[in-house]
């Protein structure tokens, strides 16, 4: 039932939309335009750092080489100061396998850059052990375009609540606009005015079905995308999300797998732990796009090697665990063993850049977020040009009351 215009219930509503949609415009502007631009960076990228990305394959029979005697060269390009944590392997013959150093630093820090000591990444050829190039992410574009959108180029101790609030409040706005956005009878007048733009009318007018209508058109994805954005910035949200879904507000427990300290005796001569982590993984888990490898960082943390099923998609991949020492494996987890809870947080990320829909599911996201950073931008235009409008009437009034007391004391006279 459409609200009536003249009741408490809707200028509360309408005082919700118009105040909320100004505390958070600044905000939501900035991280909707710069989740625009992160969306391709994959594609993007690609392109840029072709020469470390990507080498001449061999002869198929051509094996790579072992993965430590990879990481030895990857290593000695980054320097000894920046040990490397993570790796990954691509399937795929014509990629460079990517070994990354990344080290937190201050944890009070106010800023990004000051929040990270390094982060920098070294690219090998897998078949002849060559050192294709480096990437200081640090410095890196896409990766500075991910910081702001992620914490306002803040460190995420500070940023990150901004924009979730920020983000929080544009939720709660666009609820509110769709309320508005219900017309008052289902003419036909009312119904071109609620789902076309009027492309040819006047500026106010078009500004206003930019406004009303594309965000009418966006909103559900612009929900979609706003709520997977929440579950990286509240805890709260993200178990409230897991209840939601699973009905319990326990979750199984994560898998706990440690390393007999070993640390005193030599690894094995015939392989390394790494290398026999590895092929065993390429054994167990087949037919995927690359594999992560994390290596260890304490004396008792394993092998971790995260087998990804699709090509740049992070959430359905399943994981085996390896004892640093001996190459042993000590266990498995599947993503089809997981809940339905557990499975909506592991896809959180490629729902919100869009990465979960393929192609059409990114260039949807993109231009949903250019509408999410259009709607402040139109909407304190309309604020403006009626707040403008009352003033220009408030003064016209005073005018008015002269000229109409003119008017009665010639008709007095006369």
């Not at 939501?28 to 080498?55: A, D, N, P, R």
């Not at 990444?121 to 078949?127: D, I, K, L, R, T």
């Not at 403006?384 to 008709?411: C, H, I, L, Y």
Request: net charge positive.
């Amino acid at each position: 039932m459409p609200i009536n215009k003249k009741s408490t219930i809707n200028n509360i509503i309408t005082w919700l939309h118009l105040w909320l949609g100004l505390i958070s415009g600044i905000i939501v502007v900035i991280v909707s335009i710069t989740g625009c631009i992160f969306t391709f960076q994959k594609e993007i990228s690609s392109l840029i750092y072709e020469e470390e990305l990507f080498v001449t394959p061999p002869s198929p029979s051509t094996q790579p080489l072992p993965i430590s005697e990879l990481k030895e060269s990857a290593q000695k390009a980054l320097g000894a100061d920046q040990p490397i944590n993570y790796v990954t392997s691509y399937t795929d013959r014509n990629r460079s396998w990517e070994f990354l150093a990344y080290k937190a630093g201050d944890p009070n820090a106010i800023t990004f850059p000051e929040s990270i000591d390094y982060y920098e990444s070294a690219f090998v050829n897998p078949y002849t052990g060559q050192v294709t190039g480096k990437i200081n992410y640090m410095h890196d574009f896409f990766i500075i375009v991910k910081y702001i959108h992620w914490s306002l180029y803040l460190s995420t101790k500070y940023g990150q609540p901004i924009v979730g609030w920020g983000t929080l409040i544009f939720i709660i706005s666009l609820i509110t606009g769709l309320i508005m956005w219900v017309p008052k009878r289902w003419s036909r007048f009312e119904k071109n005015k609620a789902f076309k733009v009027k492309w040819k009318a006047r500026w106010k007018r078009l500004n206003y079905d930019l406004h009303n209508v594309l965000g009418f058109y966006t909103i559900i994805i612009a929900l979609i995308l706003g709520l997977s954005g929440l579950l990286y910035s509240f805890q709260w949200f993200s178990k409230a999300a897991y209840a939601t879904v699973t009905l319990s507000t326990e979750a199984p427990p994560f898998p706990s797998y440690t390393s007999e300290d070993r640390a005193t005796e030599q690894a094995s001569p015939e392989a390394l732990p790494i290398d026999q982590a590895l092929a065993h993984s390429k054994h167990k888990f087949q037919g995927v796009t690359r594999y992560g490898i994390s290596i260890p960082q304490t004396s008792k943390a394993p092998i971790t090697v995260s087998a990804y099923n699709r090509h740049e998609v992070y959430y359905d991949y399943d994981a085996a665990y390896f004892d640093q020492y001996s190459g042993e494996e000590l266990g498995q987890s599947l993503y089809k063993n997981k809940n339905a809870g557990q499975k909506l947080l592991a896809m959180k990320y490629d729902i919100h850049v869009g990465a979960i829909g393929g192609i059409w599911g990114k260039i949807i996201a993109f231009l949903v977020s250019l509408v999410c950073a259009s709607l402040p931008i139109t909407g304190f235009i309309i604020w403006w040009g009626k707040k403008k409008k009352t003033k220009k009437k408030g003064k016209r009034k005073p005018a008015s009351r002269q000229k109409r007391k003119k008017e009665k004391e010639v008709a007095y006279t006369v």
